[in-house]
Every structure is written in C-alpha cells, then in structure tokens.
C-alpha cells in the first residue's frame, strides 16, 4: 500500500479454496433414491483495491473469477419420445459453475504487526453452468398398431453437453487474520462466506434431443430437464 495523510491507498490479491455443500437446483432436488450428490468444490482468485482512513475503515472495489464442479451420480431420468411411452434411464452430471464477481466491500482492518481484518462486500456474478450429462436409458417394448410389428426393449447410451447463463447478486462476509511483514506489505489468511441470490436459475435447455438410431424407432427424445 502506498501512504496517504489521514489515509492509505492499497491493492490486494487472494485466492484459495472453495466449497459449497451443493450447488442446488432441478438436480440436487431431483437426486433421490440411488443417486448420490457430492460436493461442489473448486477455487476462487480475487482483487482488490480501496482506500483505508486512519481509522481502519475502508471502501473497496473486489473482482474475481469463481469456479465450482459439483459431480451427481446414477439419477433418475425420463427421455420422453413424442407420442411414446418415456423411456426410463439413469444419468451422471458433471455440472461446472464459472464465472467472474464484482462489487464493493466495506472493512474495518486493526493492528500493527498482527491484524485483523472483517469486510462485507456485495455485488453481482456472471457466468455459466455447463453440464455435461451421460448415462443410459431403455426403450419401453411395444407392439405398433400401424404395422404390427413388435419391438422388443432395447438399451442406448447417452452422452449430451447443456450450458445456460448464470446471473446471481452475491453477499460475502469476510474474516482475516494478517502478518505485517514491513511498512507496505502484509500477509493474511482467512474464511469467506459467499450467499448467492439468483436473478436467473441455469436450467436444461433440451436444445439438442437425443437420437439412438434409427433402429431404435423412438425418434428424437428430451430430458425435460
């Protein structure tokens, strides 16, 4: 940081781990039964500059990128053929959550060689979710009443990609315990909440339908979700 009478302008850059118990959403709430839900886990690299009173007090502008995977094993699923009966499945989504943050914080930073500092900031994250969805799924057996023919059970793989925009207001409360290693440099670690509140929920889009083959005679199906 550089000195100012009454003041000091300074810059900070941090990043670390992150973790969230889910990610939430359609899937997590749609994850029952066999299926299994893990973690969403990642990393988040962040900015920051501001101007701090003699006082402690301080306003900053923070910036960031944010990336989060979270894994949901063996759910559930329906891919609904038009006209047929829907074909029972289960399927694996590797969902991933990037994007970048920013907004203004608030801090109050006390200390001399030891410090300690509480900051709140608020802002908005853009990004995207993309999830990359595999599985397997069963055509139902059934008899054509046009042809008469008979078309016995048979099972397809699934491998699709969906990615939809992700908008979210953010609050993060912040806690630091820092080492002032001389007049302009400090170290510090610490613990950061961040609550995000959705302006837009990432959802399936079912843009591109699944197509077994022709020999499967369902046509074109969709998740649905």
């Known amino acids: 940081p550089a000195s100012e009478p009454g003041g000091r ?10 973790f969230a118990p889910s990610l939430g959403g359609a899937l997590s709430d749609g994850c029952s039964a066999s299926c299994t839900e893990s973690s969403a886990t990642g990393f988040e690299v962040m900015g920051h500059g501001g101007y701090q009173l ?3 007090l301080a306003l900053l ?26 074909n029972p499945g289960t399927a694996t989504d590797s969902v991933t959550l990037n994007g970048l943050r920013v907004g203004p914080s608030a801090e109050y930073h006390r200390g001399e060689g030891l410090t300690l500092t509480g900051r709140l ?3 908005i994250f853009l990004g995207w979710a993309k999830d ?35 908008r979210y207001l953010y609050v993060a409360p912040e806690l630091r315990l820092g080492w002032r ?32 083959g022709e020999s499967f005679n369902v046509g074109q199906l969709r998740f649905g979700q």
């Open 181 to 212: 290693l001389a007049d302009r440099f400090e170290l510090s670690a610490g613990i950061r909440g961040l609550v995000l509140v959705g302006l837009t929920q990432p959802e399936w889009a079912d843009e591109a339908p699944v197509f077994p």
């Open 54 to 56: 003699g006082s402690g």
């Open 61 to 86: 502008l923070d910036a960031g990128f944010l990336s989060l995977h979270q894994q949901i094993e063996q759910r559930q699923v329906n891919l609904s053929p038009q006209g047929l009966e829907a």
């Open 121 to 123: 900031g608020v802002g």
């Open 132 to 166: 990359e969805r595999t599985g397997s799924a069963s055509t139902v057996e059934r008899d054509d009443p046009n042809s008469n023919e008979h078309y016995a059970a048979q099972s397809y793989s699934v491998d699709e990609t969906d990615a939809q925009q992700a």
């Open 9 to 18: 302008v300074f810059v900070e850059v941090d990043g670390g781990f992150a």
